[in-house]
């Protein structure tokens, strides 16, 4: 039988869990190309504990896990050359010191070497390699063809995943694939010059889903103090027999 206090605590914990989630959703509405995160817990209830406690495998309960929402944001038009927005399904492929990552963030610029890198320094990929451009203002067509003076430079990589729930966040608007997910670069990819994609992020549903969830925390609170006063005044009772 599980015990009720582990059981509500277990529910406090996936409380307070999801509103560090939904905290940083809201913390980055105004980020380009962020994707909104949601916490799933499956199996019933996420129960961490110790030696006494009842654990999750027991409760037949897997641990609370992030996924993220890829449904696109809105374009936004900002009129930089080097800001593109990605329309449709696709990514764009970067490199990291920790290896390839990918991301939608596409508020681009050069670097001190002329390559084509992400607002945090990462050399965006060509379908050959690294994009070097001499001219801040180039011509960036919708199927990633970079025009730098007149010439043809790269064309950007934009990729596509089977199951884009495969797709871990690794911070700074970057994705990083699980072990075995393996990146498709499209035919047929769609880039809108001077525009950055805005984030996914509904801040009013997420402002009403923070007020839900500590509501329910607090019930979880109140329901805890007043379990464990019925238990307190339970023993004091059969203490005077």
């Known amino acids: 039988m599980l015990d009720p ?31 909104r995160e949601i916490l799933a817990v499956t199996g019933g209830l996420g129960l961490t504990g110790s030696k006494t406690d009842v654990t999750a495998q027991q409760a037949g309960a897997q641990l609370p896990s992030i996924t993220t929402d890829q449904s696109p944001g809105t374009p936004r038009k900002t009129s930089t050359p080097l800001d593109i927005a990605i329309l449709g399904e ?11 990552a990918y991301t939608r963030h596409g508020a681009l610029r050069l670097d001190e070497r002329g390559r084509l890198v992400t607002h945090a320094g990462h050399p965006v990929f060509g379908q050959t390699g690294e994009i070097t451009i001499s001219n801040p203002t180039p011509i960036i067509e919708q199927d990633g063809t970079v025009i730098d003076r007149g010439n043809t430079v790269g064309k950007i990589k934009i990729v596509t995943f089977e199951r884009t729930e495969q797709l871990l966040s690794a911070g700074n ?27 996914n992020v509904d801040s009013a549903r997420e402002m009403i889903t923070l007020l839900q969830t ?12 007043a379990y464990d006063e019925v238990r307190d005044k339970t023993f004091r009772n059969l203490g005077q027999f």
């Open 5 to 35: 206090i582990n059981l509500t605590v277990a529910s406090m914990q996936i409380d307070m869990r999801r509103m560090d989630v939904i905290a940083n959703n809201a913390a980055n509405a105004l980020t380009p190309g962020f994707k």
């Open 90 to 100: 696709g990514y764009m492929e970067v490199q990291t010191d920790q290896g390839l």
């Open 173 to 199: 608007g970057l994705l990083v694939p699980r072990d075995g997910t393996t990146a498709n670069e499209t035919s047929r990819p769609r880039i809108l010059q001077g525009h950055l994609e805005g984030s």
């Open 214 to 225: 500590f509501r329910h925390f607090e019930s979880s609170h109140r329901s805890l103090q």
